[in-house]
T-cell receptor
Framework: AQTIHQWPVAEIKAVGSPLSLGCTIK??????LYWYWQATGGTLQQLFY??????VESVVQLNLSASRPKDDQFILSTEKLLLSHSGFYLC?????????????FGEGSKLTVL | GDSVTQTEGPVTVSESESLIINCTYSATSIAYPNLFWYVRYPGEGLQLLLK?????QKGSSRGFEATYNKETTSFHLQKASVQESDSAVYYC???????????FGDGTQLVVKP
């Protein structure tokens, strides 16, 4: 069975500090990977997606970047956090885009920027 | 652009009452998007509730149903008799498979009173 693990579960960070959120998928080779963000009370917004190692497409510009260093790993980062980065970050995977497009989500990482 | 609009929450119903959460979509670049309902139970991750990829078809799961109506561009979620365990946040979503985009509604919090 496939599993998806996100880390950390929660972070409290200062404005201007760096951030790195991670996501690992086990049990599935060459998944499509996604990062979503949800501000408190807001809509889930797709930030990035990746269909293969080393290739990441940006969907929404939030002064964040993403990388896929390994087939099973997706990293979200920034060198300088803004207050507006606070929220809930979800990583997701899909087997491929030739099927229905169903996503499988991780538990999420809650980020509070002070 | 593509978007999803759903019933604003919270929606409060008593156990054994019927439920409908409205969802309408705008898919300007997609003739027939794939449609989904996702659910987040308290303390759990976001997970698929049901999906329909063919216009005119109905999806069902855990007593919930939703019919893909392309004439009214709607995908309303219904249940004849809710249970307290159905309390959760429900998200309607559409998928634009051509460029790996999935659009979520704002989510509807359902509170079922015993």
């Amino acid at each position: 069975a496939q599993t998806i693990h996100q880390w950390p579960v929660a972070e409290i960070k200062a404005v201007g500090s760096p951030l790195s959120l991670g996501c690992t998928i086990k049990g599935k080779s060459s998944p499509n990977l996604y990062w979503y963000w949800q501000a408190t009370g807001g809509t889930l917004q797709q930030l990035f997606y990746s269909i293969t190692v080393g290739q990441v497409e940006s969907v929404v510009q939030l002064n964040l970047s993403a990388s896929r260093p390994k087939d099973d790993q997706f990293i979200l980062s920034t060198e300088k956090l803004l207050l507006s980065h606070s929220g809930f970050y979800l990583c997701a995977w899909s087997p491929d885009w030739g099927n229905t497009g169903q996503l499988y989500f991780g538990e999420g990482s809650k980020l509070t920027v002070l | 652009g593509d978007s999803v609009t759903q019933t604003e929450g919270p929606v409060t119903v008593s156990e054994s009452e019927s439920l409908i959460i409205n969802c309408t979509y705008s898919a300007t670049s997609i003739a027939y998007p794939n449609l989904f309902w996702y659910v987040r139970y308290p303390g759990e991750g976001l997970q698929l509730l049901l999906k329909v990829i063919t216009a005119g078809q109905k999806g069902s799961s855990r007593g919930f149903e939703a019919t893909y109506n392309k004439e009214t561009t709607s995908f309303h979620l219904q249940k004849a008799s809710v249970q307290e365990s159905d309390s959760a946040v429900y998200y309607c979503a559409l998928v634009r498979r051509s460029n790996n985009r999935i659009f979520f509604g704002d989510g509807t919090q359902l509170v079922v009173k015993p």
